[in-house]
């Protein structure tokens, strides 16, 4: 019975009048400011994105017909997003007088507290050991104890070597650092001592047109000047000595990559994961009819095992009500050890001590329908499309077979027999397999309209929490805090700076969680970490979006694309014109950084979730409930996608700012030593996908570096003394789209053994599977075995 509002594009649509049932002064005081911040809300989103409230756009009004004003919040919100770039959101500025003070100031406060954070990392480290030392093996603990600073010659050494206790995702983690070490000093320590001298001394500027900080960057070369030759030739320097630097690090992996596929453990080494296999009545849709299928094609006797994937919808939820029964009658029957009539009252009041047999009769009631819905799936009729799904294991009893038919096209359409390499037994997310091929579609494209919702949202949501803690708004409606601040004037400088940036950490702070719900919800992942990799492409291009370019994003993402399609060649003189007086902006970003790896390294939600625990439960459980660490934030897929942004800042920026070298190659260095330790001695292990967040890196690395050639390109159009160093960036240009085509070419195998390294996979020792078979775990079992007593 709420008051309610309505909104149709192109029309305005009038409810009827409620006023009869509560008299005519009866409207609810909230429902003005309700419909106003609809309004503002739908108006801030469709405004932003270049459509002003004309014909088709959003019109809102009340029961009445009459549009209330707007309260003073909601008239700022409106003007805010009127007004507001995304680069004023992230607080980036023009280079501007006085940024060297700033940025060394920045420089030794960064510096001060990573050294703190070691310094309280290395005592808490000595005090809680189970939290830091809780991956390492009993030898490993031995010599991590052994001194207070053992964990820095720990960590620097590095196990690149120990493939066996690691996982191939974490070695190559770690890798990437020592990668982007190389990486920046290569190109850095050129640039430094060749390079800022050159703008120094013959940049050509009259001193007071720059900046200090400006002066030992390509800002100091006036225009027409000589030195543009060499920074042309400098953009084929920087992408050969990087393309040749991916290629070296890629050959490297494969190394690993095949030795990692040649000690994969039976089932998965010799099972292929089928996909969208026809269904119907001429289908192939269950054990025996795909097995009879492939008996055909492959040699008899090679088949091991066949599981279509069934939907076991129904007997997972009476599997939920059989532990739901158990731990109720647990607690029964401690009420009734204990002598008292009733257990404390909890969310459902509380359990009785009688109630024991009647949750031993409940639990036992759900085993029997457990047990008649899993014969029900065993022994369904082959074309029963509603036990049956598109997706089938197929086990053969040689690896030769499997690698054979995962290289075959067994049917005359290519989306049908799809045929690929099985995630982990108990990885795998088995309701993603149950759908229909229809169905999943479906899904998918409300999965990337949700996604694509959030590239569009994010100037509007960010503006509205911005206007929402203004400290002028927060003071007008908090009178205590009003005469606080007024007291004492120093702590709203401060906590104004604060707040400045409070909407858009809170918004990036969440953005991997919100990704990895919609990938949960819409997208069919098959496999938990699969969902990792995911969310590393989507977040990496939101922060290529939104912290490398955002100074071309303006207030509208799809307005600075649309003028971009229009106009494509225009993408060079846009860059040339907005990123070049940002500089000092990233040099500062690039610092910062050194503080988050820092913090990471406390582990300080862990600790802070174990010292919870710790009195109730004991050490070893407080320290299993305790982890593992926030993967939307911490997995491979979260990491990898900000430490590539850090190494794709360093690149774009590296001729119009050398120093950002220098600070990307501090950046790697305390992440060789922050991560290089967390990763290996503190956070468990973690579903491996045999590197797949490393190539994901070179490739993203690699589709960056298009966009520091034609950010170059713009600049020696602009102001370049001819169109020859034009050319010959554009040349560069070239030799990168070459050098990319020739990547995927030449690596484009990278995920399968070749087939003359197969034979000799036999002869390598195999790492300990999950499980010993591809059969649902619910039918694999019997229902008396779910219950462990």
């Given at each position: 019975?709420?008051?309610?509002?309505?909104?149709q594009?192109?029309?305005?649509?009038?409810?009827?009048?409620?006023?009869?049932?509560?008299?005519?002064?009866?409207?609810?005081?909230?429902?003005?400011?309700?419909i106003?911040?609809?309004r503002?809300?739908?108006?801030?989103?469709?405004?932003?994105?270049?459509?002003?409230?004309q014909?088709?756009?959003?019109?809102?009004e009340?029961?009445?017909?009459?549009?209330?004003?707007?309260?003073?919040?909601?008239?700022?919100?409106?003007?805010?997003?009127?007004?507001?770039?995304?680069?004023?959101?992230?607080?980036?500025?023009?280079?501007?007088?006085?940024?060297?003070?700033?940025?060394l100031s920045?420089?030794?406060?960064?510096?001060?507290?990573?050294?703190?954070?070691l310094?309280?990392?290395?005592?808490?480290?000595?005090?809680?050991?189970?939290?830091?030392?809780?991956?390492?093996?009993?030898?490993?603990?031995e010599?991590?104890?052994?001194?207070?600073?053992?964990?820095i010659p720990?960590s620097?050494?590095?196990?690149?070597?120990d493939?066996?206790?690691?996982?191939?995702?974490?070695l190559?983690?770690?890798?990437?650092?020592?990668?982007?070490?190389?990486?920046?000093?290569?190109?850095g320590?050129p640039?430094?001592?060749?390079?800022?001298?050159?703008?120094?001394?013959?940049?050509g500027?009259p001193r007071?047109?720059?900046?200090?900080?400006?002066?030992?960057?390509?800002a100091?070369?006036?225009?027409?000047?000589?030195?543009?030759?060499?920074?042309?030739?400098?953009?084929?320097?920087?992408?050969?000595?990087?393309?040749r630097?991916?290629?070296?690090?890629?050959?490297?992996f494969?190394?690993?990559r095949?030795?990692?596929?040649?000690?994969?453990?039976?089932?998965?080494?010799?099972?292929?994961?089928?996909?969208?296999?026809?269904?119907?009545?001429?289908?192939?849709?269950?054990?025996?009819?795909?097995?009879?299928?492939f008996n055909?094609l492959?040699?008899e006797?090679?088949?091991?095992?066949?599981?279509v994937?069934?939907?076991?919808e129904?007997?997972?939820?009476?599997?939920?009500?059989?532990?739901a029964?158990?731990?109720?009658?647990?607690?029964?029957?401690?009420?009734?050890?204990?002598?008292k009539?009733?257990?404390a009252?909890?969310?459902?009041?509380?359990?009785r001590?009688?109630?024991?047999?009647?949750?031993r009769?409940?639990?036992?009631?759900?085993?029997?329908?457990?047990?008649?819905?899993?014969?029900?799936?065993?022994?369904?009729?082959?074309?029963d499309?509603?036990?049956y799904?598109t997706?089938?294991?197929?086990?053969?009893?040689?690896?030769?077979?499997?690698?054979?038919?995962?290289?075959?096209?067994?049917?005359?359409?290519?989306?049908e027999?799809?045929m690929?390499?099985?995630?982990?037994?108990s990885?795998i997310?088995?309701?993603?397999?149950?759908?229909?091929?229809t169905?999943?579609?479906?899904?998918?494209?409300f999965?990337?309209?949700?996604?694509?919702?959030?590239?569009?949202?994010?100037?509007?949501?960010t503006?509205?929490?911005?206007s929402?803690t203004?400290?002028?708004?927060?003071?007008?409606?908090?009178?205590?805090?009003?005469?606080?601040?007024?007291?004492?004037?120093?702590?709203?400088?401060?906590?104004?700076?604060i707040?400045a940036?409070?909407?858009?950490?809170?918004?990036?702070?969440?953005?991997?969680?919100?990704?990895?719900?919609?990938?949960?919800?819409?997208?069919i992942l098959r496999?938990?970490a699969?969902?990792?990799?995911k969310?590393?492409?989507?977040?990496?291009?939101f922060?290529?979006?939104?912290?490398?370019l955002?100074?071309?994003?303006?207030?509208s993402?799809?307005i600075?694309?649309?003028?971009?399609?229009?106009?494509?060649?225009?993408?060079?003189?846009?860059?040339?014109d907005?990123?070049?007086?940002?500089?000092?902006?990233?040099?500062?970003?690039?610092?910062m950084?050194?503080?988050?790896?820092?913090?990471?390294?406390?582990r300080?939600?862990?600790?802070?979730?174990?010292?919870a625990?710790?009195?109730?439960?004991g050490?070893?459980?407080?320290?299993?409930l305790?982890?593992?660490?926030?993967?939307?934030y911490?997995?491979?897929?979260?990491r990898?996608?900000?430490?590539?942004?850090?190494?794709?800042?360093?690149l774009?920026?590296?001729?119009?700012?050398?120093?950002?070298?220098?600070?990307?190659?501090?950046?790697f260095?305390?992440?060789?030593?922050?991560y290089?330790?967390?990763?290996?001695y503190a956070?468990?292990?973690?579903?491996?996908?045999g590197?797949?967040?490393?190539?994901?890196?070179?490739?993203?690395?690699?589709?960056?570096?298009?966009?520091?050639s034609?950010?170059?390109?713009g600049?020696?159009?602009?102001?370049?003394?001819?169109?020859?160093?034009?050319?010959?960036?554009?040349?560069a240009?070239?030799?990168?789209?070459?050098?990319?085509h020739?990547?995927?070419?030449?690596?484009?195998?990278w995920?399968?053994?070749?087939?003359?390294?197969?034979?000799?996979?036999?002869?390598?020792?195999k790492?300990?599977?999950s499980?010993?078979?591809?059969?649902?775990?619910?039918?694999?079992?019997?229902?008396?075995?779910?219950?462990?007593?």
């Amino acid at each position: 019975r709420e008051p309610f509002i309505t909104v149709q594009w192109g029309a305005a649509v009038r409810k009827p009048p409620v006023a009869a049932r509560r008299g005519e002064a009866g409207r609810a005081p909230h429902k003005s400011l309700a419909i106003a911040l609809a309004r503002t809300l739908v108006r801030a989103t469709v405004d932003m994105q270049g459509n002003s409230n004309q014909e088709g756009a959003v019109v809102l009004e009340d029961e009445g017909g009459i549009a209330p004003e707007p309260p003073p919040l909601l008239k700022r919100i409106q003007a805010d997003n009127a007004n507001t770039t995304a680069a004023d959101i992230l607080a980036v500025k023009r280079n501007a007088r006085g940024d060297l003070q700033a940025f060394l100031s920045s420089l030794a406060f960064a510096s001060a507290i990573v050294v703190v954070f070691l310094a309280v990392f290395t005592a808490l480290r000595a005090r809680f050991r189970l939290v830091y030392c809780g991956n390492a093996t009993p030898a490993q603990q031995e010599e991590l104890a052994a001194s207070w600073l053992g964990w820095i010659p720990a960590s620097i050494r590095g196990h690149d070597g120990d493939q066996d206790h690691l996982s191939l995702d974490t070695l190559m983690a770690v890798h990437f650092h020592v990668f982007a070490v190389k990486l920046c000093a290569t190109i850095g320590i050129p640039m430094c001592l060749i390079m800022c001298p050159m703008h120094f001394w013959l940049g050509g500027m009259p001193r007071g047109h720059v900046d200090s900080l400006s002066r030992v960057g390509m800002a100091n070369i006036r225009d027409g000047s000589w030195l543009y030759w060499v920074h042309a030739f400098t953009v084929w320097m920087v992408i050969f000595l990087v393309e040749r630097k991916i290629y070296q690090e890629m050959e490297s992996f494969l190394e690993k990559r095949f030795r990692w596929l040649k000690m994969m453990p039976e089932p998965r080494s010799t099972t292929v994961m089928i996909e969208n296999i026809p269904p119907g009545p001429a289908g192939y849709c269950s054990d025996e009819a795909l097995k009879a299928y492939f008996n055909r094609l492959v040699p008899e006797g090679a088949i091991q095992e066949v599981h279509v994937v069934r939907r076991t919808e129904t007997l997972m939820e009476e599997k939920r009500r059989v532990k739901a029964a158990e731990l109720l009658l647990r607690q029964a029957e401690a009420v009734r050890f204990s002598g008292k009539v009733r257990s404390a009252p909890g969310c459902c009041g509380g359990v009785r001590a009688d109630d024991v047999e009647y949750y031993r009769e409940e639990m036992m009631q759900a085993f029997e329908r457990m047990g008649r819905e899993r014969m029900r799936l065993l022994g369904a009729d082959p074309k029963d499309e509603e036990v049956y799904s598109t997706t089938a294991f197929v086990t053969f009893k040689t690896r030769r077979y499997a690698e054979v038919v995962l290289r075959l096209q067994f049917a005359p359409h290519a989306d049908e027999f799809v045929m690929s390499v099985p995630p982990e037994p108990s990885d795998i997310r088995w309701g993603d397999l149950m759908g229909d091929g229809t169905t999943e579609a479906i899904r998918e494209k409300f999965g990337y309209v949700c996604a694509i919702g959030l590239y569009l949202g994010f100037m509007p949501i960010t503006v509205t929490i911005s206007s929402i803690t203004n400290l002028e708004h927060i003071r007008s409606h908090v009178p205590l805090l009003d005469s606080t601040l007024a007291d004492m004037p120093f702590l709203a400088l401060g906590l104004e700076g604060i707040l400045a940036s409070f909407a858009l950490t809170l918004f990036l702070s969440f953005l991997p969680t919100i990704l990895m719900q919609i990938f949960d919800r819409f997208f069919i992942l098959r496999a938990d970490a699969w969902a990792q990799h995911k969310l590393q492409v989507w977040y990496f291009w939101f922060q290529i979006v939104f912290v490398l370019l955002v100074t071309i994003v303006g207030s509208s993402v799809v307005i600075a694309f649309k003028q971009i399609a229009e106009k494509p060649f225009a993408v060079f003189g846009i860059l040339a014109d907005s990123m070049p007086s940002a500089t000092h902006f990233y040099l500062n970003f690039m610092v910062m950084q050194w503080v988050t790896h820092a913090m990471n390294l406390t582990r300080y939600i862990n600790l802070v979730k174990y010292l919870a625990f710790l009195p109730i439960l004991g050490e070893h459980r407080a320290k299993e409930l305790s982890e593992p660490e926030d993967q939307d934030y911490y997995g491979f897929g979260s990491r990898g996608a900000r430490w590539t942004m850090n190494v794709v800042i360093v690149l774009v920026f590296c001729q119009l700012s050398p120093l950002i070298a220098l600070l990307g190659l501090g950046n790697f260095l305390i992440c060789r030593l922050v991560y290089g330790y967390l990763m290996v001695y503190a956070e468990g292990h973690k579903p491996d996908l045999g590197g797949v967040f490393f190539v994901q890196q070179l490739v993203h690395l690699q589709k960056s570096i298009f966009i520091y050639s034609a950010l170059m390109v713009g600049v020696l159009l602009r102001r370049g003394p001819s169109y020859g160093p034009v050319l010959v960036g554009v040349g560069a240009q070239v030799y990168m789209a070459y050098k990319y085509h020739r990547f995927h070419i030449r690596f484009g195998c990278w995920q399968h053994l070749p087939f003359q390294e197969v034979v000799d996979a036999a002869n390598y020792p195999k790492r300990v599977s999950s499980r010993p078979t591809y059969m649902q775990e619910e039918l694999d079992k019997a229902p008396d075995r779910f219950w462990d007593g």
